[in-house]
């Protein structure tokens, strides 16, 4: 039985013990997650800890009908984002503000483009066999070691590592013909 499967079924059970092992499971990660876009532990720690607040509070977990972890990964990483945002707006007085560094860095056509990438590679990884994609998942994403994913997937490291070669693979293919690759 996957993670998943197993979280369902402890929230059909027992709403606190669901909380509670979800909890568990994705802390760490989820805070690994934040941290590579906030680059400070207690930001991200007190991103995540907001997530789980606003998802227990909220009762969110009944509306969710794909998957737990998809979702507290994307709303950590707008949550992280919103925090860049905020910050920004917060801690540059205008009169100190390089205009040619803030367009440079924050210019629109390449966030529309790198939307329109991180879109489209959500969308291959998305058809990648359940294996390859949850060994590229834990890879790239919650930055797992082969090892570790070897153990998690009852699988040999040569074959994580193959799972992955595939996965990049076939990224690279899809994505040859992008404009930024």
């Known amino acids: 039985m996957n993670d998943e499967c197993l979280i369902q079924s402890a929230f059909a059970q027992n709403t606190k013990k669901g909380c509670e092992l979800l909890f568990r499971r994705y802390y760490a990660n989820l805070c690994n997650h934040a941290l590579r876009f906030v680059h400070s532990r207690e930001v991200a720690e007190d991103i995540v800890a907001e997530v789980f607040a606003v998802f227990i509070q909220n009762r969110t977990f009944e509306q969710i009908t794909y998957s737990y972890r998809a979702y507290l990964y994307k709303s950590v990483r707008h949550r992280a984002y919103n925090y860049l945002k905020w910050n920004l707006n917060r801690t540059a007085p205008l009169e100190g503000i390089n205009m040619q560094a803030v367009t440079s860095a924050y210019n629109p056509f390449e966030t529309l483009h790198f939307n329109e990438l991180y879109a ?16 590229y998942v834990l890879k790239r994403v919650e930055g797992k070691s082969l090892e570790e994913i070897a153990t998690e997937l009852e699988i040999t490291s040569k074959s994580v590592e193959a799972l992955i070669t595939r996965a990049l693979s076939r990224l690279r293919s899809k994505l040859k013909n992008h404009c930024f690759m």
């Not at 489209?120 to 060994?135: G, I, S, T």
């Open 120 to 135: 489209h590679v959500e969308q291959v990884v998305e058809q990648l066999p359940a294996q390859c994609r949850r060994a």
